[in-house]
């Protein structure tokens, strides 16, 4: 069984919070079709960007319809969860979405059903072997990474990304919040484009209109300098 709630995947559904359908708590279960890691990200201009690694999101797919499932990363290292597996467990609708992206979060009475069998590596990418732990990511550090890419050819990869965003726009009075996509994974992946730059609006308070910045990937190479082409 699966609840009702399900994920929408296309590029409109970055916007404004999404408010939840139900307040209670609800049993969700199916095969586990994408585990990413669970962030949101801060931003201030062009210039700033903090990613906060919180745990994982598990996209399930169940009889009733697809759910994504926010879990701690404590809860990843104890289950021990994969792509493929069938998993089950009980959520709370997510109430407003500033930091989650996820339907679901507040997880429980987590089950692993089935485990398929698998070979030791089946490579990549997209890579979805074995999930490291939530230090690894924020060790790794991630570059942005094309919206159309993230939803396709990289949608099952364990270093693909999308969080939740809160801006900045008026230094500690006024915040935006949208969705944006991410990679944690190696700078000499295939697949990877970063996509446009993004537009970072912000207002100084000296003026009274909004100011228009750009993340145009100098932040991706800061962010990732510790590692070479194949980390
Ligand atoms: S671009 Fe990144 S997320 Fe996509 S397949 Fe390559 S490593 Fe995975």
């Not at 809860?75 to 109430?95: C, I």
């Not at 008026?170 to 700078?187: A, H, L, N």
């Not at 295939?190 to 145009?216: C, L, Q």
Request: hydrophobic share 30%; proline share 6%; aromatic share 10%.
């Amino acid at each position: 069984m699966a609840t009702a709630i399900s994920h929408d995947f296309t590029p409109g559904s970055v916007g404004s919070p999404r408010t939840a359908p139900s307040a209670g708590k609800v049993r969700w279960s199916g095969v586990i079709t994408a585990i990413q890691p669970r962030a949101w990200v801060w931003r201030y201009k062009g210039n700033y960007r903090t990613h906060h690694e919180t745990g994982f999101n598990l996209w399930v797919a169940g009889e009733d319809g697809k759910v994504v499932v926010a879990i701690s990363a404590l809860q990843q290292q104890k289950l021990g969860f994969r792509h493929g597996d069938t998993a089950a467990g009980t959520a709370w609708p997510v109430q407003g979405g500033k930091r989650e992206i996820a339907d679901l979060y507040r997880a429980g009475n987590l089950k692993v059903l089935n485990k398929p069998d698998r070979n030791a590596d089946r490579g990549g990418p997209p890579f979805i072997d074995l999930v490291p732990a939530i230090d690894i990511y924020k060790q790794r550090g991630c570059r942005m990474l094309n919206p159309t890419l993230w939803r396709t050819v990289c949608m099952s990869c364990m270093w693909a990304n999308k969080s939740r965003i809160e801006i900045e726009v008026v230094f500690g009075k006024s915040k935006r919040y949208r969705s944006e996509t991410f990679c944690y994974g190696p700078k000499s992946c295939p697949k990877y484009a970063m996509g446009e730059p993004r537009d970072v609006p912000y207002r100084d308070s000296w003026n009274d209109f909004i100011e228009h910045t750009e993340d145009n990937g100098d932040l991706d190479s800061c962010l990732t300098d510790g590692r070479g082409e194949d980390d």
